[in-house]
């Protein structure tokens, strides 16, 4: 079974979880009010992205467990790849990676219990940017790089070293730090140079505004244009590589492993999954 292209299928499936009670009631209304947007042309149903969007995030359908389950269980649900309880099926770390178990609502809300133990993200908040939404969506970089490509390499553990300390602009910065994103198969063989494609704040011609030429550009971090400077992603936070978003950008493999970098990263059933941890990762 694949989840792709399932839109109408989705919405099935969380019709039926819908609680009993008043249940006809609300069917009843979606039915009414999607017939009166289409009527006033304000539904696009075009692809997977737009039914998904306007027959059930827009209308804030409640996306129950049951529906999260299959997707745990399903290949391919997220992207190319294994189902997830394959390899995040029990709590034990000795058969399962991280000791993660998403095979049950209960060990998804708890997170890998291998120390250092994390959770994968806040019921009831947006979880895009936690770690779960980072897994699912976010391409390690540079792209390209394996994923059996080792986290601890000299040069990501230099860049890790000089954010705890406080990320500064001093001359180890200039000697040692800076150059590693400009220098090509830094952080793996044969990949570019990080400011192949992040060299200036505009883009185009840089990906995300994202400047790694320089400390200013470095600090000042992304999307510093589409958003206004005081509102940029920051990419470096001194003292907390971990949640530093150049940090984890190097270390953090996507999921499944091997996906391919150019598949979607919103695909139609992360965009249900993260809108269940929205409203409150519920296991009823």
């Given at each position: 079974m694949v989840i792709r292209g399932a839109a109408i299928g989705a919405v099935t499936l969380l019709a039926v979880s819908v609680d009993e009670a008043g249940a006809s009631d609300r069917k009843a209304s979606l039915t009414r009010q999607m017939v009166e947007d289409i009527k006033a042309g304000k539904m696009e149903?075009?692809?997977?992205?737009?039914?998904?969007?306007?027959?059930?995030i827009k209308r804030n359908i409640p996306i129950t467990y049951s529906?999260?389950?299959?997707?745990?269980?399903?290949?391919n649900a997220f992207g190319e790849g294994p189902a997830c309880v394959v390899c995040h099926g029990s709590g034990d770390p000795s058969v399962s990676y991280r000791g993660l178990d998403l095979s049950t609502c209960e060990g998804i809300n708890k997170g890998s219990t291998e120390p250092p133990a994390r959770k994968l993200f806040t019921p009831g908040k947006g979880a895009k940017k936690e770690l779960l939404g980072r897994m699912l969506r976010n391409n390690r970089m540079p792209l390209g790089v394996r994923f059996n490509v080792p986290t601890d390499s000299p040069p990501i553990?230099?860049?890790?070293?000089w954010i705890a300390d406080g990320a500064k602009d001093d001359a180890h910065f200039k000697k040692d730090i800076l150059p590693l994103?400009?220098?090509?198969?830094?952080?793996?063989?044969?990949?570019p140079a990080c400011t192949e494609c992040h060299m200036s704040n505009q883009e185009p011609p840089s990906f995300h505004e994202l400047d790694l030429s320089s400390y200013k550009g470095i600090m000042l971090g992304a999307d510093s244009v589409a958003k206004g400077?005081?509102?940029?992603?920051?990419?470096?936070?001194?003292?907390k590589p971990d949640e530093s978003g150049l940090m984890q950008?190097?270390?953090?493999?996507r999921m499944p492993p091997g996906i391919e970098p150019s598949s979607d990263r919103d695909h139609p059933n992360t965009q249900l999954l993260l809108r269940w941890i929205e409203q409150g990762a519920r296991c009823d």
């Open positions: 149903l075009e692809g997977d992205h737009a039914a998904v969007n306007e027959l059930i529906y999260i389950a299959v997707l745990m269980r399903t290949p553990l230099a860049i890790r070293q994103f400009a220098t090509a198969n830094t952080f793996a063989a044969n990949t400077v005081a509102n940029a992603t920051k990419v470096v936070i001194p003292g950008h190097l270390v953090e493999n």
